[in-house]
């Protein structure tokens, strides 16, 4: 019998949002400021689509897992710490 550890919790749906923010609000800054000015005459479906194959990939495969990875560490590293003391 495989003695394999129990998968780690997911976060909840308030984290996975914040999280999902944390990754998608930077990167359209930053691809809005990029590609802005050169793609302003463009009609806004096209200006959106263009965004949107830029900003859904970077989010999906690599901010997000990043943020994830990052989220559970904090999660335990606070689950390992001692409780304070009164």
Not at 41 to 53: A, N, Q
């Amino acid at each position: 019998m495989s003695t394999t550890p129990p998968p780690a919790s997911a976060p909840s749906a308030h984290r996975r949002a914040l999280i999902t923010w944390l990754a998608v609000y930077p990167t359209i800054t930053v691809a809005l400021g990029v590609i802005g000015p050169p793609t302003a005459t463009l009609p806004l479906p096209v200006r959106t689509l263009i965004l949107t194959l830029i900003v859904v990939p970077v989010s999906a495969y690599a901010l997000i897992p990043v943020l994830l990875r990052m989220n559970a560490r904090l999660g335990s590293a606070a689950a390992s710490s001692p409780a304070p003391r009164r």
